[in-house]
């Protein structure tokens, strides 16, 4: 009997098979990662991707790619011009401008804890590793983000390659190689910056450490709300990440959820269409059914990020809480004239329901406790050219 417990108590906490040694690496792997990200114990261990194992030395270079303009062709921008820290890494502007002028048609996206999305960007189901997507705003030229095309790649790597500083970076991060830098050495080292900013210590986290008091008696009822089949926020927004699109290192393949919605924004033709300038995953696939598909999005830090939506259309909280409670977006007037509510193709998770303007602002409360001002202050997140 005395066995049975011991392998009881084992099992939990090695599945019981002393003898696997890979059970050990996985074990000693997570607990090195956690250390790194300086994860709390109710955070999961992200998902990291074999081809790029996450370091310090990785993180370190990419917090000052992050930050300097010189990965921009024409030396004007950088990533941190339309994700800035203050902001949860968003940039508080309906869509950017990328550095030639051209504006974007989509809403610059929060950056905390986007490695544990199950895909990236708003409306992409093919980009699976943030490596994928950051190819995008760096190369891309249509529309031009950071503009670093076939014609000017060389000098904008030279300009790594001349600078002492970076040569010595570059080699720490990538002591198996001898050459200098590379636009793939630069995305790596940038999707491990971008995977180092967990956040995790707004007050909602406190309350989910064990301090009842982290949250006033109206948070409360908010939280209460928006996990209720009245509001039903939490059948898209849901988990430690609140997204249904998530992973971490234990999420297996047969389990991983790869969700897009149409959330009744648009419907400008009566058949469910979205402006012709973005129409969400349609973009990609070309199905009709796929308009108006988008990513759900973590709400961390929400209360930072406005504005709302893939394109920004939406200012505040409460015009977003009573976009859902609608059923979809009525526009009476324009070019976007329809209204959201009778599009066939909007998700039927998005149901009419009427809300007091108490529980607006309880929901409202709630989703500001997901606020994490650590985060948005912390100085290994910070331009390192401010130091």
Same mark, same amino acid.
């Given at each position: 009997m005395k066995f049975i417990a011991v392998c009881l108590v084992m099992g939990i906490l090695m599945g019981c098979n002393q003898s696997s040694s890979t059970t050990v690496e996985e074990s000693t792997q997570q607990q090195s990662l956690r250390d790194l990200l300086e994860l709390p114990a109710h955070m999961a261990v992200p998902s990291i991707p074999d081809f790029n194992p996450l370091t310090a030395e990785k993180i370190q270079l990419g917090r000052f790619l992050f930050y300097d303009p010189k990965l921009s062709a024409n030396q004007t921008q950088s990533c941190s011009s339309c994700h800035e820290q203050i902001l949860a890494f968003s940039d508080a502007v309906e869509r950017p401008f990328g550095s030639t002028g051209h504006q974007l048609v989509r809403n610059s996206q929060g950056l905390a804890n986007v490695v544990y999305h199950s895909t990236f960007t708003w409306s992409n189901n093919g980009f699976l590793e943030l490596e994928e997507q950051l190819n995008v705003p760096i190369r891309s030229d249509n529309p031009i983000e950071l503009g670093v095309t076939d014609s000017n790649i060389e000098e904008v790597l030279a300009r790594f390659d001349a600078d002492a500083s970076y040569v010595d970076m570059f080699a720490a991060a990538f002591p198996e190689s001898e050459s200098g830098a590379s636009i793939n050495k630069i995305i790596f080292a940038l999707a491990s910056f971008v995977r180092s900013m967990i956040s995790a210590g707004s007050a909602y986290d406190q309350y989910l450490l064990g301090d009842t008091s982290a949250l006033t008696e109206q948070q409360k009822l908010g939280f209460s709300l928006f996990n209720g089949e009245k509001f039903e926020c939490f059948h898209c927004h849901t988990g430690s990440n609140f997204s249904v699109s998530y992973r971490d290192s234990n999420t297996t393949e047969d389990t991983i959820q790869y969700p897009f919605f149409n959330n009744g924004l648009y419907n400008v033709d009566g058949e469910g269409s979205y402006p012709a300038a973005d /129409? #969400? *995953?349609?973009? =990609?696939?070309?199905? *009709? @059914?796929?308009? #108006? *598909?988008? &990513?759900? /999005?973590? =709400? &961390?830090?929400?209360? *930072?990020? @406005?504005?709302?939506?893939?394109? #920004?259309s939406i200012a505040t909280l409460r015009e977003v809480i009573e976009h859902y409670a609608r059923g979809g977006r009525l526009i009476e007037s324009g070019e976007n004239a329809g209204d959201g509510n009778l599009s066939p193709l909007k998700s039927g998770l998005i149901k009419t329901f009427v809300a007091t303007d108490d529980e607006i602002d309880a929901v409202i409360a709630f989703l500001e406790s997901l606020t994490d001002y650590e985060f948005i202050n912390n100085p290994k997140f910070s331009d390192p050219f401010k130091e």
């Open positions: /129409q #969400g *995953l349609y973009e =990609l696939t070309l199905d *009709l @059914a796929d308009r #108006g *598909l988008f &990513r759900p /999005q973590s =709400l &961390r830090n929400i209360e *930072l990020t @406005a504005p709302y939506m893939h394109d #920004g």
